[in-house]
């Protein structure tokens, strides 16, 4: 079952549900299909972010069934909108609520106080509440394969990396990439360009093909459309796709992908609520619980360098490697990390710095 | 830099140029008749998803693309006959549209992300595309760029030299006036702003088409906005437009480029700024040169006419 709900239903609809709030309680009929909402902060269509989050809903009402109605609301804007849809999402009984973006932290954590019975999970956030969890994925872990596999492939030594925002999220991405790609081609260097902007796939193909023109010839992107890796294709350079499998845009150029898979945790959230086991929790997922996947190595990856990007992906699952082991120095040549030592998840999470061979 | 490398950097920004392009030069004919449509970015929606939609099930491009045109003026349509006709509000219609536009275009896009479509061939001048420097630069674009400089010259011939230009900006200084000595105000309006639509249209189908060609929910990312501040900025002159839309896009291609090459001590944040801040002084300063004339906004930009009965 499906229903996609406009803002503006919302409203209208928001009275009519507050009349019926007294009767929704805790779930009432176990025959009552479980209520369970959606904030996006863009488009289900973007291909990326929402997309993959979209895909997540869509598992739990196959693995679900009847068993659970869900809604969602995309392209609520970060900030006081956001929490005028969560609140009408607890208020028209949904039980558990996904708020799908940084920027919901705030209103999630507000709302969740009016509604102490509601669950509460909220994605890459760092505070939780009593009905609050957080859940993030370590998509660094899948930087460290890309940056394994363009350390082989790139001739120029010279890597475009199409950045967002300059928030940890991202530089940690950045840095992981740079470590791994230097590991197997001391000399390689990322060059990054800011776009200032999660989706606008005119500026992000343009920022591709400025890097292409700088000698770039390995693409990389933190952002969310598939525009870099259709420039890619055409200039007949390679990249890796972001968040979603972008192979139908660049069959030649992709080498492979970052997939955000959400699908499990939201079905297991999903049967605790059911359950009644869930908890507030704190969660970082990566390559190991296969919260992040790799796409199918593209036809340019060599045999040999399938090998070392499988070996590396394995030596994350299993812990034998650190995204962010020593020695690391910055940038400017100053010692970051000694030898033997690696980040721990708090210093990742809080990355202001680059690495040596990053040009940002 | 090498001279091949400063020809993509030129190509790129020509691609970058062109839906503005498009958007401004119609939205200025709009505006030129005294009507302010903000719809522009909803209208490019529908133009962008038309065409990609059409052209992916259909396999003929031209088709694509004339249907991209037909979909900004089956918009512009809906804002000419509330605004028109109804007498609505223009500027609270012409933001209703745009919403509209982004609903709309997603839902009828629904089934087109993720496919791909082979971007619009390149026009290739036999002799004259192989030249170096000029050739790729003058003669290897698809029919979308010529079509957007031929329009800046037509337009610009248009409301100078024809009498339905000048009758169109009679309307757009006087309505009233206009409607006195027996020009049918509303029907003039009309044709603009489904001329207006249907170039939002074109920018659109650009985007979808040749830019990036793909299709993915508000991928146009602001650009309507853009294309109206142009036309303001540009003094209603369609030159001036051409100038701003390149001068815009050439300052985002060159802001990238700056970013690449280390940024040059400035910060990312300030280079991003660049593209505005430029277009914004430059049309500035020519607006208010000695060259100037007036200011040239319609008179009746904006305003409400009643035929009186």
Redesign the interface.
Known sequence: MKTAV?RRDFVLGSAAAAGTLGLAGPRAFAAEPLKVGFVYV??????GWT?GHDMGRKAIEAHFGGQVKTTFVE?VAEGPDAERVIRQLASSGHELIFSTSFGFMNPTLRVAKMFPKVKFEHATGYRTAPNVSVYNARFHEGRVVCGTIAGHVTKSGIA?YIGSF?IPEVVMGINAFTLAARKIRPDTKV???????W?????????A???I??G?DIMCQHTD???PL?VAE?RGIHGFGQASDMK??APNAQLTAILDVWDGYYIQRTRDVLDRKWQSQSIWWGLKEGMVKMAPYGAAVPENVRQEAEAAREALVSGARHPFAGPIEDQKGVPRVAEGQSLSDKEIAAMDWYVEGV?? | MSAE?AV??ML?VI??AT?LLFAALGELVVEKSGVLNLGVEGMMLAGAVAGFAVTVSTGSAVLGIVCAALAGALMALIFGVLTLTLAANQVATGLALTIFG??LS?LL??GF????VA?LPKLAVPGLSDLAVIGPLLFAHDALVYLSILATAGIGWFLARTRAGMILRAVGESDESAHSIGYNVIRVRYLAVLFGGAMSGLAGAF?SLS????W????T???GWIALALVVFSSWRPGRVLLGAYLFGGV??LQ??A?????LGIP??VL?MLPYLATIAVLTIIAAGPWRGRLDAPACLGKLFRPPT
């Open positions: 406009t863009g488009p289900v269509g973007d291909f997309h392209n475009g300059p060059k990054v360009v800011w776009v200032n902007s989706y606008d796939p005119g500026k992000e193909g343009d920022a093909k400025a890097l023109d700088q770039a459309s598939p525009a259709q055409a139908t845009f040009e940002a | 490398t993509l950097v790129t691609s970058a839906p982004v609903g997603a896009g629904a992300v993720g496919v791909p971007p985007l830019h990036t060609p793909m993915a929910e508000e991928m990312a602001g650009r985002t291609i990238l480029h970013q690449g090459a280390g940024g990312a944040q991003s």
